[in-house]
């Protein structure tokens, strides 16, 4: 049911795992589309602050990224054919 997977729009949750979980469980109650309107538009609200919150994690990680490899991005495969572990 909907309703029990969107608490306040406004929570955050504490990891990006624990949100991408929350918003796959809204997408999929969604798809069912057993709830009825109100609640689907708490759990559409719900899903919007948790994708932003998961786009906000994924740029702050590829930002540190970029200040670890001195802001040149490089290729993981590349990395891994050459055995660098860093």
């Given amino acids: 049911m909907v ?4 608490p306040n729009p406004s929570a955050t ?3 990006f795992e624990s949100a991408l979980q929350e918003l796959e469980a809204i997408v999929q109650a969604m798809e069912a589309g057993n709830a ?3 609640e689907s538009l708490a759990a559409y609200e719900r899903g919007i ?3 932003r919150h ?4 994924l740029s702050a990680a590829e930002r ?3 200040i670890l490899e001195n ?3 490089r290729d993981l495969a590349a990395n891994e054919s ?3 572990d860093n």
């Fill in 82 to 84: 050459t055995g660098a």
């Fill in 64 to 66: 540190k990224l970029q």
């Fill in 49 to 51: 602050a948790l994708l």
């Fill in 3 to 6: 309703k029990a997977s969107a």
């Fill in 36 to 38: 009825p309107l109100e």
């Fill in 54 to 57: 998961c786009q906000e994690t």
């Fill in 71 to 73: 802001g040149v991005l």
């Fill in 13 to 15: 949750p504490p990891s």
